[in-house]
């Protein structure tokens, strides 16, 4: 059968001609390779999944080398065991009276508990479960204070935020800011647009999930409050690989995802000040929102359950809580020498392969103590998503590829078609970076080994025969386009 060529960009990828004809320089000894081996060569905690065997188009299985932990985090081996021990009394909360559903109730309120020591917060902040970082922070935006009925101010947000926290603000009174190509001339421009004054909310990330790099919220923070205005930090990426104190920090909200933090169960959390939270119009309308309903009004709750209506993912809620003690417990030394030798080892990696560009937003950020787990990149003549599709099926790598929901920032970095982003924690080792740098290097210098077809917005292997296990229907090509990578 012929195989599909499909040309991209006006070259033709295919197994049987190499676009590129560069040399793959040698390597460089890296620096302290013991070392890194000693803090970097296993996980630091146990994830589920860690074993699992890809496929490969050829035959034969790998390990697969899991590099997107920043979409979404295997479970902790801890929280999986949880989540089985639990299971047996999951019931309905707050309105049972049995012997489950009471066991059910506090551990979904304890969890509230937990998840506040676990960020800093203030003994008086709410802890509202979620969805997600997108449902918390679409919470928020339905509480921002009015004065006889007009909005107090504006909600003010960089250019480089992912969509969860930029699209929310866009249906109330709001002003975006191009971050500057350094943190310090970023911290300039927002004090200059809050000079401007009519400001009631600063709604920033706390590391980039493009870039990794992480934003001074401390500084933000002070900087905001001398304005009269609040800061809600988004820390779906911030959270899984940095303690937060948001009491010490001055961080009015945070908001963030169980299923980055090692709990893939479905929750998420919005935490801060009750005020603005009591007053907001409830998220989620229905059961358990209300002091009192009748047929043509309501009076509504306040606290949490205002704006957790209906039956609440204790699970999710329960699993959440238990992963932030596992990531508490961990030596903070440890754990950033841990994610800091396999950053390291995969920027100047990938800096020692020609045509390979690795990609930043601040000129000023310092990528060992200001970055996260998070190595973004391009492969010069390929597009990302051919890079993407030809390291799962050539090399059993698993990365991310696109414009990773933040559309903005990836137009003004000058990569409107997406990039590629390898992303780790806790559950990562030093051979997951070291098989990403042996594909890449394989690409470089001998080209794909199998053609590759676009489906459904996607490159696939063409004729791929590998099957998925038999518990999953075996349709390949119904990925179909990852999210945010469409115009
Ligand atoms: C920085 C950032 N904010 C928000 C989100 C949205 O998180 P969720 O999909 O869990 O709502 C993501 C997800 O990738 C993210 O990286």
């Known amino acids: 059968m012929r195989q599909a060529r499909i040309p991209y960009a006006g070259v033709l990828y295919s197994s049987e001609v190499s676009v590129t004809t560069a040399t793959v320089s040698p390597q460089p000894a890296i620096a302290g390779a013991a070392e890194r081996h000693a803090v970097a060569g296993q996980p630091l905690a146990a994830v589920t999944g860690a074993e699992i065997q890809a496929p490969l188009i050829s035959g034969g299985h790998v390990r697969y080398a899991n590099l997107d932990y920043g979409a979404s985090a295997p479970a902790l081996s801890v929280v999986s065991a949880y989540l089985n021990e639990i299971l047996p009394y999951y019931a309905s909360v707050h309105r049972g009276a049995g012997y489950a559903s009471q066991i059910s109730t506090s551990v979904y309120e304890n969890a509230r508990t937990i998840v506040r020591d676990f960020v800093g917060g203030r003994p008086d902040d709410s802890v509202i479960f979620t969805r997600n970082t997108t449902d918390s922070l679409n919470l ?70 493009v870039t990794g790099e992480i934003l001074p919220i401390r500084a933000l923070a002070a900087l905001v409050h001398r304005y009269g205005a609040r800061i809600v930090v988004d820390a779906a990426q911030l959270a899984p690989h940095r303690r937060i104190n948001i009491a010490a920090d001055g961080v009015d909200y945070l908001a963030f995802s169980g299923h980055k933090l090692y709990a893939p169960f479905g929750a998420g959390v919005l935490v801060g000040r009750p005020d603005w939270l009591d007053r907001g119009v409830p998220h989620l309308a229905g059961g358990g929102a209300v002091k009192e309903a009748r047929l043509d009004g309501v009076s509504w709750a306040t606290g949490p359950a205002r704006h957790e209506g209906g039956s609440p993912n ?75 599709a030809y390291l799962s099926a050539e090399h059993g790598v698993g990365l991310r590829d696109g414009r990773f929901c933040a559309h903005p920032l990836l137009k003004r970095l000058g990569l409107p078609s997406g990039s590629l982003r390898a992303s780790f924690g806790v559950g990562s080792r030093l051979e997951d970076a070291e098989r990403l740098l042996a594909g890449i290097r394989a690409l470089r210098s001998n080209g794909l080994g199998w053609d590759y077809v676009v489906d459904a917005g996607r490159w696939v292997p063409a004729n791929d025969f590998r099957t998925y296990p038999h518990w999953a229907p075996n349709t390949p090509g119904t990925a179909g386009a990852a999210p945010c990578t469409d115009d």
Not at 170 to 185: E, K, Y
Not at 364 to 386: C, H, K, M, Q, R
């Open 140 to 209: 928020l935006a339905g509480c921002l204070p009015q004065t006889g009925g007009r909005p107090d101010g504006d909600v003010l947000y960089l250019d480089i935020e992912h969509h969860a926290n930029l699209l929310p603000w866009q249906g109330v009174p709001h002003r975006s800011i191009v971050a500057a190509d350094t943190i310090t001339g970023t911290l300039d421009a927002v004090r200059a647009e809050l000079e401007q004054g009519g400001v009631s909310l600063l709604a920033v990330t706390g590391a980039s999930n």
């Open 314 to 388: 204790v699970l999710g809620a329960a699993t959440l809580a238990r992963a932030t003690q596992v990531i508490a417990q961990l030596d903070q030394g440890r754990w950033h020498a841990h994610e800091s030798a396999i950053r390291s080892f995969l920027v100047e990696g990938l800096q020692t392969i020609d045509g390979v560009t690795v990609h930043q937003i601040f000129k000023d950020s310092n990528p060992e103590t200001d970055t996260i787990g998070v190595v973004n990149f391009s492969v010069e003549g390929y597009d990302a998503g051919l890079v993407a």
